[in-house]
């Protein structure tokens, strides 16, 4: 009985031992990677490298063949790794024992005077075992730039134009603090990075284009460059007020501009003068009970261009409000809606609304809309719409409404529009309906910084001359 027990024994043991030893190939083998994302937040000022490593870790209690981990750039990526002691951007068959783990270390090398370097330089590596693939991110900063990560402004700060901004994660200006951005600067933001404004945001753009301040997504490179809801977009709270924006562009954004509640003084919480919006996916302008007030201002190619509801107090004078369907954006809302009212809990919530449109274009193609200016009122708040001298493309003129010197359905003639290209020229051609047709606004430039009579303006944000 007892050499029967010591057989038993030995075969167990023998038994677990060559388990130990074997390798498992089942898709449902464990490993853990010590980290999901390297992010190198470095700024260079030259040529420099720095590195960052991470483990992978066989959590099974036999040994296991990682297939392959493979820097999925190549030779040619801004990154070089070492796994386990073997350099290259590929090592393959790394076996791990039972419990054990491997270091890979990656080093990324920077020169930030190269004129075609993106701001984030970006790669991945690739840990492929047993059919199972896992994937580690890398993200290095590249150009010289100023980088802002999760970054709260508390004290009066003002930017100048002598590096790019870069925006990752959020950029939130805190209330009673404001945020000054001067001529010539460039705002690139992460596609997670939303600007938060809960105190004041001043943009003093100049009508030349190298002078204009710009806010974009951060991708440069063909095709993401044209993307819309490239970046979540700005959003002026509650507590937010006195921002101006002067010569700005804000292009690319899945919410461009958002504002919410009055103003808390007696100024608009929001003005645009000279302000091109363009080519948010979702809305350009979306304002919520807001406070605008918008001079010679482009809002082009968004999947809801003004979209004012729930009241507000708003003058929009000498706009283009135009949308065309492409590749990007189906246009299917209208241009303009403006109600009183958001529904709520099946029951419309109401506010007082005050809004003129003063030598406004609101034009779109292509779509399947036929009225793009829209206009609702709910309940008995005041309501008070004015549309003074302009141009629409509407079946069934708004009621509610009061209208003067409105020309209906009569294509504008914009300059050059070429939705294949991706190219939108929103000035006026000879001929055009829209030419003289304006009343004195005491608007004496147009978008491009260009004067403009004492009367007869031409509606829209540019005149023709």
């Known amino acids: 009985m007892r050499v029967l027990s010591l057989i038993l024994l030995s075969a167990s043991l023998l038994f677990f031992a060559c388990r130990k030893d074997s390798f498992i190939t089942s898709a449902d083998a464990r490993i853990s990677i010590t980290a999901d994302t390297l992010k190198y937040d470095t700024v260079f000022s030259s040529t420099g490298s720095t590195y960052r490593s991470f483990k992978i870790i066989n959590l099974n209690n036999q040994k296991l063949r990682i297939s392959s981990v493979k ?60 059919g199972n693939k896992k994937w580690v991110q890398l993200e290095a900063f590249g150009q010289n730039a100023h980088f802002f990560r999760n970054r709260n402004i508390s004290a009066n700060e003002t930017w100048n134009n ?84 002067q010569y700005a562009v804000v292009r ?69 409000v135009a949308t065309y369907s492409s590749s990007f954006i189906d246009h299917k809302e209208p241009v303009l809606l403006l109600t009183n009212y958001v529904t709520q809990n099946n029951a419309a919530v109401t506010a007082d609304l005050s809004a003129t449109f003063r030598n406004c274009i609101f034009w779109g193609e292509g779509g399947l809309v036929d009225n793009e200016v829209v206009v609702i009122k709910s309940g008995s708040t005041a309501f008070n719409v004015n549309f003074d001298a302009g141009l629409w493309k509407v079946a069934a003129a708004p009621v509610n409404v009061t209208t003067s010197g409105i020309i209906n359905n009569q294509t504008p003639l914009f300059d050059s529009i070429n939705t294949s290209r991706n190219f939108y020229d929103f000035r006026l051609k000879t001929g055009s309906p829209a030419l003289e047709k304006g009343v004195n606004a005491s608007v004496t430039t147009d978008l491009d910084g260009k004067s403009r009579p004492v009367g007869l303006p031409d509606l829209g944000c540019f005149e023709k001359h």
């Open 252 to 320: 690319n954004a899945y919410q461009a501009i958002v504002v919410a509640d009055p103003a808390v003084n007696a100024n608009p919480k929001l003005t645009l003068n000279e302000t091109v919006i363009d080519n948010a996916y979702d809305a350009g302008i979306l304002a919520v009970n807001g406070s605008v007030r918008a001079r010679n201002c482009l809002i082009s190619n968004c999947g809801k261009n003004l979209y004012l509801v729930k009241g507000g107090d708003y003058q929009f004078t000498h706009c283009t």
């Open 71 to 130: 820097l999925m750039g190549g030779s040619a990526s801004a990154y070089k790794i070492n796994t386990d002691g073997h350099p290259g951007p590929e090592l393959t068959n790394l076996e791990l024992e039972a419990n054990d783990s491997a270091y890979v270390f990656v080093t990324v090398t920077i020169d930030p005077n190269v004129a075609n370097l993106p701001f984030i330089v970006r790669d991945s590596i690739q840990v492929t075992f047993n």
């Open 162 to 245: 002598d590096l790019p901004y870069v925006i990752l994660g959020s950029l939130t200006v805190s209330p009673n603090t404001t945020l000054t951005i001067n001529k010539g600067c460039r705002i690139y933001m992460h596609a997670d990075a939303p600007l938060l404004i809960n105190g004041t945001l001043q943009v003093n753009g100049l009508k030349d284009t190298a002078d204009r301040v710009y806010f974009r997504g951060d991708r440069l490179d063909d095709p993401y460059r044209d993307f819309p809801a490239a970046w979540p977009g700005i959003y002026f709270s509650s507590s937010s007020k006195d921002n101006i924006f």
